[in-house]
């Protein structure tokens, strides 16, 4: 299965911007790059997803590579209610998505 | 709320036992998905269903089964349990049978004593 490497932790404050990186050298053409949160006692939480261009939504941004070798999700303005595990997933097939150790995002105060 | 349900939320069985784990998708979604999530292991996709038929199959193990029925609610079925089976179980729908968003419930916490 196509694997991701993110860092094990990362340490942000309130109000400030968070680009967690994601890296993904092995990814084929048609593989969609899509970013879940897990938080705390929860069920993973959809954030965000992309294929060869940069994406906006609600929740986040995502900035992706132009040899899409690498991404990075930004959270524009961390809260301390985006205290969580970002797991960022390279969906294999139609089907099933295969989750990482993901990055453990602790946010200050 | 995903709008996910899964029962029960926590169950403690014994080893050898079987036990049975539900999952009512989102309304209108036709897919369901389970993940299996232990600490040493994350998350591990196990099986997905799509409109009541078998769509794709992952890391299940033979003791494990799943269906889904024609109200598209689905089950997760555990049998001959090892102390290894202790993990969450994850249940997640989406609309189509590809996951471009999938939605999780909250998990069951099956203990295996």
């Known amino acids: 299965d196509a694997k991701t490497t993110q860092p094990n932790s990362m340490e942000s404050n309130e109000e400030e911007p968070v680009h967690l990186p994601c890296n993904h050298s092995t990814i084929s053409g048609t593989d969609y790059i899509h970013w879940y949160r897990q938080l705390p006692s929860q069920g993973p939480e959809y954030v965000i997803h992309g294929l060869t261009s940069n994406v906006n939504n609600r929740m986040a941004s995502l900035a992706i590579a132009e040899d899409r070798k690498s991404s990075t999700l930004i959270l524009h303005r961390a809260t301390l209610r985006d205290a969580a595990v970002y797991y960022c997933i390279l969906r294999v097939g139609p089907e099933k998505l295969v989750f990482g150790k993901g990055t453990k995002l602790t946010v200050n105060p | 709320d995903s709008g996910v349900t899964q029962t029960p939320k926590h169950l403690i069985t014994a080893t050898g036992q079987r036990v049975t784990l539900r999952c009512s998708p989102r309304?209108?979604?036709?897919?369901v998905y389970w993940y299996q999530q232990s600490l040493d292991q994350g998350l591990q996709f196990l099986i997905q269903y799509y409109n009541g038929e078998e769509r794709a199959k992952g890391n299940i193990l033979e003791r494990f089964s799943a269906q889904q029925f024609p109200d598209l609610h689905s089950e997760l079925n555990l049998s001959s349990l090892e102390l290894g089976d202790s993990a969450l179980y994850f249940c997640a729908s989406s609309a189509r049978a590809t996951s471009n968003e999938a939605f999780f419930g909250q998990g069951t916490r099956l203990t295996v004593v």
């Open positions: 309304s209108g979604d036709l897919s």
